[in-house]
C-alpha cells in the first residue's frame, strides 16, 4: 500500500502543478521564441520531444512494475497518449497536419484531463509525478509549436482534428473488445471524477463528448478568428485612408 496521500481534486498540489505547468509552457515559449536562433529553437524543441519519449516509457515502466497494470491496458492509446505522440512527431519533423489535430486535442483533452486527474495517489507518488510531467509537456509542445514554429489553426482545421477523433476512435473500438480495455473511455466512464459524470450514461455520453469536442474546438479557435477579424478591420481601414490618385 503507497505510503503517499491520496489525490485531491483541485488540492494545494493538483493547484501547485496547474501553476507549474502553466508558467513554465509560457516562460519556454516565449524564451524560446525571442532569445534563440531557428536552428536553437529546433534543437530545443527535439530535446523537449526527447525528454516527453523519455517520460513515456518511464510511466510505462513503473505502471506494469510497480502498479501490476498489464501492459495492454496502459499502452499509449487514451487521447492524451496519442497526444503525445502528435506531440513528439509536431516537434521533431514541424508536421502540420498533426499540430492540426494536436491543437484541439491537447486544449481539449490533455488540459481537461490536467484539470480532472484520473489519479488516485498525490505528490510525490511516481505515478503522480509521470502523469503531471507528460500531460505538461504536452502543453509545453502545442505552445512550442504555436509560438515558435508559428503554426496556427484554420477552420478546416477543426473538421481536420474532429476526423483524426472519429476514425482513431472506430479503430480503438475493436481493440478495446479484443484487449478487454477502455481506451478513449469507449467502454465505460473513468472511476475519478471528470466532466463525463455529467454527460449522460453509456453510450449517450459518447455522444455528448462529440458535441462538446465540437464546441470546444470552436472556442479554440476563436482567438485566431478574432485576431484575424482585427487584421482584416486594420487593413480595411489602412486602405480608406491611404489619399487616391487622381485618374
Known amino acids: 500500500m503507497s505510503d503517499t496521500p491520496p489525490f485531491i481534486l483541485f488540492g494545494l498540489a493538483h493547484l501547485s502543478a496547474l501553476f507549474v505547468i502553466g508558467t513554465l509552457s509560457i516562460l519556454i515559449a516565449r524564451f524560446s521564441r525571442d532569445g534563440l536562433s531557428a536552428a536553437s529553437q529546433y534543437r530545443f524543441g527535439v530535446a523537449l520531444a526527447v525528454l516527453l519519449i523519455a517520460q513515456e516509457i518511464l510511466h510505462l515502466w513503473y505502471q506494469t512494475n510497480y502498479q501490476d497494470r498489464l501492459l495492454t491496458s496502459v499502452l499509449p492509446l487514451h487521447l492524451c497518449g496519442l497526444s503525445v505522440l502528435l506531440t513528439v512527431w509536431t516537434l521533431i519533423a514541424r508536421t502540420y497536419l498533426t499540430y492540426e489535430i494536436l491543437y484541439f486535442w491537447a486544449w481539449g483533452g490533455t488540459l481537461q484531463a490536467l484539470l480532472t486527474p484520473d489519479l488516485e495517489q498525490g505528490f510525490p507518488d511516481p505515478a503522480f509525478l509521470t502523469f503531471f510531467l507528460g500531460h505538461g509537456l504536452v502543453i509545453v509542445g502545442v505552445l512550442y509549436a504555436t509560438l515558435v514554429y508559428r503554426f496556427r489553426p ?6 481536420k482534428s474532429l476526423g483524426a477523433l472519429a476514425i482513431t476512435a472506430a479503430l480503438i473500438a475493436p481493440i478495446n473488445l479484443w484487449l478487454g480495455s477502455n481506451y478513449l473511455f469507449l467502454s465505460q466512464k473513468p472511476e475519478q471524477t471528470s466532466l463525463m459524470d455529467v454527460l449522460g450514461p453509456w453510450p449517450w455520453y459518447l455522444v455528448s ?8 474546438s470552436v472556442l479554440w479557435y476563436l482567438p ?14 489602412s486602405a480608406m485612408a491611404r489619399p487616391r490618385r487622381r485618374a
Open 209 to 216: 463528448l462529440t458535441a462538446l469536442a465540437f464546441v470546444s
Open 224 to 237: 485566431f478568428y478574432i485576431k484575424d477579424r482585427r487584421a482584416m478591420a486594420h487593413a480595411a481601414e
Open 154 to 159: 484554420h477552420v478546416i482545421s477543426i473538421f
